[in-house]
């Protein structure tokens, strides 16, 4: 005999389809949501019927938007002349909380994967190929993540882009703050070397 009424065993595995999620945490959510007023759980279900529709892709940096072009990319104080390459939103996201870079992004959508066939037609690499003649861009910061496809990724876009007239960085890696040199893996601490700068 099922305990769990349909509907909720519905839920539970639509939770449960969302990344990280497992079943015990999805029926704690869903036991949650079960508990708070019904007109809460229509306010989320609104939103979500709302997303798709609300939300597009920024034609300039592929960011997700309610308008087009993104707020980044339509402020004037932002150097258009300097992009920042990122695998996802969520990168883009990490970078914009630190305040530390005012350029503009450029959200790739993915990374080079044969393996997954992933190949450069499937992230957005030719747009910005165009992006770069198109706003006379000056600095390409790569910032792919330092895992083998991140790195993969950051190789590529460094072959294609050698041809143009551009300053072409990459996001340096090393040992995080307050951790002891001892503790540092082999990789974490040759990149922390070739990445020094003078003191």
Not at 137 to 145: C, G, H, M, Q, R
């Amino acid at each position: 005999m099922n305990v769990v009424p349909p509907a909720l065993e519905r839920l539970i595995a639509d939770l449960n389809h969302l990344p990280g999620v497992g079943v015990k945490t999805a029926t704690r959510l869903a036991l949650y949501l079960l508990r708070r007023p019904a007109e809460e759980a229509r306010v989320l279900a609104r939103d979500l019927v709302d997303l798709h529709d609300a939300i597009t892709l920024c034609s300039n940096c592929f960011a997700f938007s309610e308008t087009d072009p993104c707020a980044i990319c339509a402020d004037s104080r932002r150097d258009s002349r300097m992009v920042c390459v990122v695998e996802e939103v969520a990168d883009l996201m990490a970078v914009e909380k630190t305040g530390a870079f005012q350029g503009q992004y450029h959200i790739l959508h993915g990374v080079l994967s044969p393996m997954d066939g992933i190949g450069p037609d499937e992230i957005k690499v030719d747009a910005l190929v165009s992006r770069i003649d198109r706003q006379q861009v000056k600095e390409v910061l790569i910032a792919t993540s330092s895992t083998v496809p991140g790195e993969a990724t950051a190789a590529y876009l460094t072959d294609r882009l050698q041809s143009k007239d551009i300053r072409l960085t990459r996001l340096a890696c090393g040992i995080p703050m307050g951790m002891d040199i001892k503790y540092a893996d082999e990789l974490t601490l040759t990149r922390a070397i070739e990445s020094r700068k003078k003191y």
